[in-house]
């Protein structure tokens, strides 16, 4: 996808999704590609698939061959973002600021 923002176009890939929500929740990117299962990482990397999905468009089974994980993974992540979106004020805060200040994560073309 290519957004623009103050009349610069850029590409959004998994690696500027990566960054931005990996800095949101406090996590570093090495942290986000282990096997860890700890919650502040494993909510992170929920939240990169969630987004990449949203914004991207990629294929469960693409996600899963990046994350090194299976596509039941990536289908749960999803399901699990849009859940926490709802019950979960803690990370819908965090999530709603990621948008706020990335208005390109919400999916919608971004004018200049």
Not at 10 to 21: E, L
Request: net charge positive; with cysteine; glycine share 6%.
């Amino acid at each position: 996808m290519v957004s623009s923002h103050r009349g610069y176009d850029f590409m959004i890939t998994i690696s500027k999704i990566r960054r931005v929500v990996a800095d949101g929740f406090g996590v570093s990117q090495q942290e986000i590609m282990s096997r860890s299962r700890r919650q502040p990482i494993a909510l992170a990397r929920q939240a990169i698939i969630y987004y990449c999905r949203k914004v991207l468009g990629i294929k469960y089974a693409d996600l899963g061959f990046y994350f090194r994980r299976n596509h039941s993974n990536m289908l749960y992540a999803e399901r699990s973002i849009e859940d926490r979106k709802i019950y979960d004020r803690e990370t819908k805060a965090i999530l709603e600021g990621l948008e706020s200040e990335f208005p390109w994560l919400k999916g919608e073309e971004v004018e200049a």
